[in-house]
């Protein structure tokens, strides 16, 4: 698509913005805000919608923008352009990201056109996976899509780590639903049925009896003892492939990596109708982040704990629209 062709309404900037704001985010914060100017797009986190209490340094904040960056620049070549990142390092402006340009043209590849179209079509999973294999050679393509975006995605095959990291994320869950500050943090971001928030995570994003899996991935406790979530078969019974995403560093520009290498993952996994469950509780208490980072990491940095596995029901989720995120003209 040219950006010449781009009607005036519906500018070069929101059909970006448009785009990335269907990244995944920590428990659908949206933690991001974009002002646009010309042709760049600046990326800002939003603090404010940082979970103090689950994420008080902003590792998982910054993953979620990363995710967003990593689909503006992937907008950016669905236009015909090269994007111009430059990620911003103001410590008097700590919420800028990034700024977005369109560069040269450059025709998008076709690899990057099948991504652009998952964009929208990617949903987070939440339960079981149907038995059987993934396609063949897709493990070895999410490794290199985390490599392109210097991330490792560490797939484990091992029986007994696959079952310690389920023990992991189980113990990670129950000590955060017994303290009353998680709970009133999920509690902020877990909206009652029919709210008409767009943001958070709804109950049509959550099943409301998760199969059980062997081993089994504590998921996260959104419906609160309420009997929220979707009803529907659970057939489902395999807990699917389980990978980490590392880094081999842990600040901030490390979390941003972490983002874009886990969105590029995503949208490959996607194209391949595969889809990703995460369990990232036992990376918000810090000594069981520790403790599968020189366990089970080689002394990397842990960022996000997955499954992929094929599904079988869609789960939904809702957005701000571009509209409402940026600030200035668009
Ligand atoms: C850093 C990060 C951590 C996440 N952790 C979890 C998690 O522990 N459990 C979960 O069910 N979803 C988790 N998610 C997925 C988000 O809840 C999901 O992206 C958001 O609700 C939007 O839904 P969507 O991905 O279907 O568009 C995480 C996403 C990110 C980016």
Same mark, same amino acid.
């Given at each position: 698509?040219?950006?010449?062709?781009?009607?005036?309404?519906?500018?070069?900037?929101?059909?970006?913005?448009?785009?990335?704001?269907?990244?995944?985010?920590?428990?659908?914060?949206?933690?991001?805000?974009?002002?646009?100017?010309?042709?760049?797009?600046?990326?800002?986190?939003?603090?404010?919608?940082?979970?103090? /209490? $689950? =994420? #008080?340094?902003? %590792?998982?904040? *910054?993953?979620?923008?990363?995710? +967003?960056?990593?689909?503006?620049?992937? @907008?950016?070549?669905?236009?015909?352009?090269?994007?111009?990142?430059?990620?911003?390092?103001?410590?008097?402006?700590?919420?800028?990201?990034?700024?977005?340009?369109?560069?040269?043209?450059?025709?998008?590849?076709?690899?990057?056109?099948?991504?652009?179209?998952?964009?929208?079509?990617?949903?987070?999973?939440?339960?079981?996976?149907?038995?059987?294999?993934?396609?063949?050679?897709?493990?070895?393509?999410?490794?290199?899509?985390?490599?392109?975006?210097?991330?490792?995605?560490?797939? /484990? $095959? =091992? #029986?007994?780590? %696959?079952?310690? *990291?389920?023990?992991?994320?189980? +113990?990670?869950?129950?000590?955060?639903? @017994?303290?009353?500050?998680?709970?009133?943090?999920?509690?902020?971001?877990?909206?009652?049925?029919?709210?008409?928030?767009?943001?958070?995570?709804?109950?049509?994003?959550?099943?409301?009896?998760?199969?059980?899996?062997?081993?089994?991935?504590?998921?996260?406790?959104?419906?609160?003892?309420?009997?929220?979530?979707?009803?529907?078969?659970?057939?489902?019974?395999?807990?699917?492939?389980?990978?980490?995403?590392?880094?081999?560093?842990?600040?901030?520009?490390?979390?941003?990596?972490?983002?874009?290498?886990?969105?590029?993952?995503?949208?490959?996994?996607?194209?391949?109708?595969?889809?990703?469950?995460?369990?990232?509780?036992?990376?918000?208490?810090?000594?069981?982040?520790?403790?599968?980072?020189?366990?089970?990491?080689?002394?990397?940095?842990?960022?996000?704990?997955?499954?992929?596995?094929?599904?079988?029901?869609?789960?939904?989720?809702?957005?701000?629209?571009?509209?409402?995120?940026?600030?200035?003209?668009?």
């Amino acid at each position: 698509m040219d950006p010449a062709n781009v009607s005036k309404r519906e500018t070069v900037a929101h059909l970006l913005v448009d785009a990335a704001v269907w990244a995944p985010s920590v428990h659908n914060t949206q933690p991001w805000w974009f002002d646009a100017h010309d042709e760049t797009v600046t990326l800002h986190s939003d603090t404010e919608r940082r979970l103090d /209490v $689950a =994420d #008080p340094e902003g %590792r998982e904040m *910054l993953i979620s923008c990363g995710a +967003a960056l990593f689909t503006l620049r992937l @907008a950016v070549r669905r236009l015909g352009r090269l994007p111009e990142v430059r990620i911003a390092a103001d410590p008097d402006r700590p919420g800028l990201i990034a700024d977005v340009t369109l560069g040269e043209p450059r025709t998008a590849t076709d690899e990057e056109l099948r991504m652009y179209d998952q964009v929208k079509r990617r949903r987070t999973h939440r339960g079981a996976f149907r038995a059987g294999a993934l396609p063949v050679g897709l493990l070895q393509s999410l490794r290199a899509h985390a490599c392109a975006e210097n991330a490792s995605l560490r797939i /484990v $095959a =091992d #029986p007994r780590v %696959r079952v310690a *990291l389920a023990a992991l994320s189980e +113990a990670a869950e129950q000590v955060q639903c @017994a303290d009353p500050a998680f709970a009133a943090e999920m509690a902020r971001w877990a909206p009652a049925p029919c709210s008409e928030r767009l943001d958070g995570v709804h109950e049509s994003a959550y099943p409301r009896d998760p199969g059980r899996t062997d081993p089994h991935f504590a998921g996260r406790d959104f419906a609160r003892g309420q009997g929220w979530g979707l009803a529907g078969d659970e057939d489902g019974e395999s807990a699917g492939v389980v990978g980490v995403l590392t880094t081999t560093g842990d600040g901030r520009e490390d979390w941003l990596r972490a983002g874009q290498a886990l969105q590029r993952v995503l949208l490959r996994a996607t194209e391949d109708d595969v889809s990703a469950a995460f369990h990232t509780q036992a990376l918000e208490v810090p000594e069981l982040r520790e403790f599968i980072r020189t366990r089970f990491c080689d002394g990397t940095y842990p960022q996000m704990l997955m499954r992929f596995g094929v599904a079988d029901e869609r789960f939904d989720s809702v957005r701000r629209p571009a509209a409402e995120v940026v600030v200035g003209e668009i």
